[in-house]
């Protein structure tokens, strides 16, 4: 069956140069404990000092202020907790968007439990945060300010460099979680002026369970929640992963390599779904800002479907789409994402979407909108809410 993968926010294929670079350090020789002081550990070492030259410069970082994670939600809990507890006599206000990925979200909820202040800010009907509620969030209190580059769900870019301004004004850390936009769009972080900021490598045609924290120089940050050797300069307890932390630095390079065509091709194919599908369909909407977001993100919410159902329907079809993000699909809740840009919950059970990766094609596109057509006549046939 013809097999479409259109799901590439929630996970990406390893890129074959990528899986190069893993099995070379899971074969042969190059087996070491990087802290090993002999042959075996100075080849895995080397294997980590390469990996972390790689991904510094694709960020416009140096070297020292890479940390190697166990992936995306490990490098934002990391960020969290260690800004707010190393700054807890200072504040113990902590600023971040309702919109954020739970890796945040929850950190963040969890601080709260432990006597932390939150403010979880508000976003527009594209999902955007406005710098001036977090201007008027600001306390002397303050902290930590936690706002995403990018989000999973719509796609929409938050105004990252103003906030990172009017923190940096403030004395106060910013961390932002870079996951979705890294790759994508340009990520550097003096230009966005972070102090913290996360990626992980499955999301960047990269392997799962490895991620980075960037921690800027000079930030009051400690890490506070895993404790033991003292790998990664004592910011990381825990023998390295040699091989996926080798093919993550492989996946930030190939990927700021071919960032800029790459881009281009991919909202090419999104603007052709963009202005297909409201042509073809009747009662559909954009979710998400309609220009101001990542190039390979589609996202609807369609009246009167499920989109769990469109999502079945689509899977029949070999298509791999998503209604909201993967962790939301599955349990009834629609997401929190669309619930903070004011859909209702009828309608934000109608969504779905696409996130377009390197191996679609423009006839990929094609099909989906063929086999979409009956999918839909269908599935608003049986909906007793359907006009
Ligand atoms: C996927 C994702 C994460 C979590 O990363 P993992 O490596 O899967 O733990 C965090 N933030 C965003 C925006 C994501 O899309």
Redesign the pocket.
């Known amino acids: 069956m013809r097999r479409i993968y259109f799901d590439h926010?929630?996970?990406t294929p390893v890129h074959p140069l990528v899986a190069e670079e893993i099995e070379r350090y899971l074969t042969g020789e190059n087996f070491g404990n990087p802290s090993s002081l002999h042959y075996f550990g100075r080849v895995a070492h080397k294997a980590l000092d390469e990996a972390r030259e790689k991904a510094a410069r694709a960020i416009g970082a140096e070297t020292g202020e890479i940390i190697f994670t166990g992936?995306?939600?490990?490098s934002?809990n990391m960020a969290i907790h260690g800004a707010a507890y190393t700054n807890s006599k200072r504040g113990n206000h902590i600023i971040t968007s309702g919109v954020?990925?739970h890796?945040?979200l929850h950190a963040v909820k969890a601080l709260e439990k432990q006597g932390f202040e939150v403010t979880v800010l508000p976003v527009d009907h594209y999902g955007m945060v406005n710098v001036e509620d977090v201007k008027n969030a600001i306390t002397d209190q303050t902290t930590l300010i936690s706002v995403?580059h990018?989000?999973?769900e719509v796609g929409t870019i938050m105004p990252i460099a103003e906030i990172g301004r009017l923190a940096r004004e403030r004395q106060i850390i910013f961390h932002v979680?870079a996951?979705?936009s890294f790759g994508k769009i340009p990520v550097n972080v003096d230009e966005l002026g972070v102090n913290l900021l996360?990626i992980?490598?499955?999301?960047i045609y990269g392997p799962?369970?490895v991620?980075l924290l960037y921690v800027r120089k000079g930030t009051r940050w400690r890490q506070t929640l895993v404790h033991g050797g003292a790998q990664e300069r004592l910011r990381r307890a825990g023998t390295e992963n040699v091989p996926g932390i080798a093919g993550l630095g492989k996946a930030m390079e190939l990927a700021v390599a071919n960032m800029a065509e790459e881009s281009r091709r991919l909202a090419a194919l999104r603007d052709r779904l963009f202005k297909e599908v409201p042509a073809r369909f009747s009662d559909v909407e954009i979710t998400g800002h309609p220009s101001v977001r990542l190039p390979n993100h589609v996202s609807f919410v369609f009246r009167y479907i499920e989109g769990e159902s469109m999502l079945l329907s689509l899977d029949m079809q070999g298509i791999a789409a998503s209604s909201g993000?993967a962790c939301t699909s599955g349990s009834l809740e629609p997401s929190h994402v669309l619930l903070g840009m004011g859909y209702p919950h009828e309608i934000a059970h109608g969504s779905l979407r696409l996130t377009l990766g390197k191996d679609n094609t423009e006839e990929d596109v094609e099909y989906f909108l063929d086999v979409m057509e009956p999918i839909v006549a269908r599935l608003r046939a049986m909906s007793p809410l359907s006009a």
């Open positions: 926010s929630a996970t992936g995306g939600t490990e934002d954020e990925h890796a945040v995403m990018a989000n999973n979680d996951v979705q996360t992980s490598g499955h999301k799962k369970g991620g993000s």
